[in-house]
T-cell receptor, first 113, second 114 residues
Framework: AQSVSQHNHHVILSEAASLELGCNYS??????LFWYVQYPGQHLQLLLK??????LVKGIKGFEAEFIKSKFSFNLRKPSVQWSDTAEYFC???????????FGKGTRLHILP | GAGVSQSPSNKVTEKGKDVELRCDPI?????LYWYRQSLGQGLEFLIY????????KSGLPSDRFSAERTGGSVSTLTIQRTQQEDSAVYLC????????????FGSGTRLTVV
């Protein structure tokens, strides 16, 4: 079945550590890729998106993600995390021929001050 | 409006009662989506409306769930004879074009069935 897999359910890091959250999907066609973030008590917000072109995309707050087509991956990275990055992060995929977005189960990121 | 508005923000209901959840999308967004967010389960697609087309109901978990979208704008999600497993956060999102913009989400309705 088509799916989006996020490898880490819960990640704990200290401030200034580097972050990489894994995401893999199982669709074979043309895809659009997203990372959404949900800060405590807030609604889901778009962090970054990939539609075409440069596979390395940059988003808000210093986040970036790299689309590797051969690996069906779209991992999220940040070189130095801050306490304010504590949130839940969702990887999501849209098939270009479809109008729905399929979400992974999320990764809870906790940054220690 | 400026964002996607959902009401109520919290709802506590007794098992067996019916509930209605409301979503007011961003003006001009033709697509409207309902998802359910449960702890550890991520976001589960429920139903999708696009313009005047028939809705995509493929994600509705049972016939107790239904949704309407009146006048291409406001949508209501109705859950009949609520069960404890229906407890979750119900999220509404709207979009102008998913492939280019993704979704804009509302703040959700937290439903608790007791």
């Amino acid at each position: 079945a088509q799916s989006v897999s996020q490898h880490n359910h819960h990640v704990i890091l200290s401030e200034a550590a580097s972050l990489e959250l894994g995401c893999n999907y199982s669709y074979g066609g043309t895809v659009n890729l997203f990372w959404y973030v949900q800060y405590p008590g807030q609604h889901l917000q778009l962090l970054l998106k990939y539609f075409s072109g440069d596979p390395l995309v940059k988003g808000i707050k210093g986040f970036e993600a790299e689309f590797i087509k051969s690996k069906f991956s779209f991992n999220l990275r940040k070189p130095s995390v801050q306490w304010s990055d504590t949130a839940e992060y969702f990887c999501a995929v849209n098939l270009n021929r479809d109008d729905k977005i399929i979400f992974g189960k999320g990764t809870r990121l906790h940054i220690l001050p | 409006g400026a964002g996607v508005s959902q009401s109520p923000s919290n709802k506590v209901t007794e098992k067996g009662k019916d509930v209605e959840l409301r979503c007011d999308p961003i003006s001009g967004h033709t697509a409207l989506y309902w998802y359910r967010q449960s702890l550890g389960q991520g976001l589960e697609f429920l139903i999708y409306f696009q313009g005047n087309s028939a809705p995509d109901k493929s994600g509705l978990p049972s016939d107790r769930f239904s949704a309407e979208r009146t006048g291409g704008s406001v949508s209501t999600l109705t859950i009949q004879r609520t069960q404890q497993e229906d407890s979750a956060v119900y999220l509404c999102a709207s979009s102008l074009q998913v492939q280019s913009y993704g979704y804009t989400f509302g703040s959700g309705t937290r439903l608790t069935v007791v």
